[in-house]
DNA sequence: GATGAATGAGCATTCATTCAT
DNA sequence: CATGAATGAATGCTCATTCAT
């Protein structure tokens, strides 16, 4: 009977992602989180080493599951130009979809703390070479024009996380979508994408 | 003589700055700052109302001082090219130069806790109003093409702020200068802009 | 089927004395013992009402059965000498055979807790009043010379208790048996005991 | 100005002495030596690493004491009568007079936990070493008959330390002198002494 | 103003015990 | 009877803040 494992699981999991968003990691209580899960403090303890491993937890499973989304969906596309739009809209749905991950990811992502940090970074990194070997395919395709691939990869990731940092601040955020083709055509004329 | 208050506000505002750049905010001891910068832990408060005004008072401050720089700098270039330009080169020498700066705004930026958050985000906002001013100038004057200010000023922001999170994270960075003309040409090209 | 049942409480307490000789009472987890005993946590509370009641059982079992074991074996001698060297051997012999128990026995006789100390004092006393009985009868018998019986088993059972804590305590402990003779000797000088 | 710190270091060695003794080690909470001491929970770690710290402190400190204070004592004596009754009176009438750190001595001395017991034992190795050497002495100087050295300490100490822990566990002791010359005498005829 | 000893609220974590299965 | 997941009370320790000197 592994289902009410992994559910009690996940919810503990969910319960941090949004108790984390409210309150940041250092401001929020395990107590909240347990109260939020509807368990007691000490179950938390059952499923996690500590409070510094949920957060990690928390990071690997759903970022990594992110990152493993946006790279199977980007192989149905061939050119430079509808990868790029589709990971674009695959990043800005996602985290729409999930507001609270997607404060923990903006406030958390910059800790300190290096064991934390180092964790969170992981499933990142997987995130910035995908956007790198498309953007390095898309030289050699000649498709794009990008003479610094890294630099490329910042301007593309920074558009983006910025987009969010600001929609994740806002009160009152206009819908990602609403933006989504005018990003699509900053970033294209900025890697002077062929085909469209 | 107000000049030793106003030289121990400095020391404990510059001794935070190392103190939250190397343990994060909610990890670095106010005796921690108070011993590096060479007062008592009491001392501190004599200048600061409390941890959090510390933090607070050190983005007004430091952060504010670019801002202003930035501001007076850009007056000299009259081609929004020249502008950006100017912004992009003050931008990364400036957290070249302050390292412990550039980590903690990078960190902290984006703390849960309103009240931190609120004033943190105070003097970024100018810069964002600054940069948007420019990029709708240069709209007006024909010199750039950019359908949303904001998704531009996204872009722009975005980019350097990876950038910067990059060389923050990174344990042997390159210099910052060595990529700035990639992120000019890089720049000048998402907006299409004349004038080179 | 009361056997099985008398099974597993024998190995519940077999285990908890390996336990708590180890890690001593407080540092000791019920789930450590039930670990060892080969059971479920909850079994442990089917057999004994709490941890306490665990350690007061494991005395009154074991310490009561040493008593009983040495009160029999001592009614074929005849002589206070003969009777006293067969406590001492006995003594010696049983713990030496029963390493964790004598190393909870030296632990945790001297407990705070009153209600422990209570129930493990109990099988003592016991002891105690055997060692005084065979002491006065030697007085009465003119076989020895004791002013106080109490300082007499004093003095008798707090050697051997002091040998044991040696032993107990030596990482590389010399077998009891070799010094035997030797506490046999200074026993019966003290008391001044006739017949050899 | 040391004196302050000093006084409030004794006193919460004290009320650790006075809490341990009648809650033993682990069921004593730092805040009720706190109370007791009459200083903040938060004040105690000024003065000690953590509660383990207190206990190590407390034994090294008073029991260090109490060893030099004999040391010194017997020097005034020659003959290994006159030293051995030395040493006999200044142990019963210390633990008379400090009945709450007899009982801590009596109960923690055998803590399980290897850290503990090795800084408790550092003491009383010194005074073992101490007897024996008296024994040793005496043996060579024709005054003492003992076959076995450590056995003749253990016979000692293990008397004197069967006496305190009945006076600690009862509840109307007798004054420890009245019983004094019983033991002096057990003693001297189990070590078949001279110069009686 | 400056100090730093003292404070005590606050919190992560443990573990004996329970109880639904 | 047996299980072991779940509970939640209990506690050692930290650290921002105060205040007597």
């Not at 409210?22 to 509807?38: P, R």
């Not at 749905?93 to 406030?107: D, G, P, W, Y």
């Amino acid at each position: 009977m592994s289902k009410p494992r992994e559910e009690k699981y996940q919810a503990i999991l969910h319960a941090a992602t949004e108790s984390f968003a409210e309150y940041g990691y250092f401001s929020c209580q395990v107590s909240k989180i347990a109260k939020l899960a509807g368990v007691a403090d000490g179950t938390i303890y059952l499923y996690f080493k500590n409070k510094e491993d949920i957060l990690v937890s928390l990071f690997r499973e759903r970022m990594g599951r992110f990152v493993e989304e946006i790279r199977q969906t980007i192989g149905r596309y061939k050119t430079t130009r509808d990868q790029l739009v589709c990971i674009i809209r695959t990043h800005l749905k996602f985290m729409q979809e999930n507001r609270s991950l997607a404060i923990v990811t903006q406030m958390e992502r910059r800790q300190s703390n290096v064991e934390i940090r180092e964790a969170i970074t992981g499933p990142l990194r997987d995130y910035f070479q995908l956007i790198e070997q498309v953007l390095e395919e898309g030289v050699e395709k000649n498709e794009a024009v990008i003479a610094d691939i890294k630099v490329g990869r910042q301007l593309f990731f920074g558009t983006l996380d910025a987009m969010i940092s600001d929609w994740v601040t806002s009160e009152k955020p206009r819908f990602l979508e609403e933006v989504e083709d005018v990003v699509i055509d900053l970033v294209c004329s900025a890697f002077k994408l062929k085909g469209n």
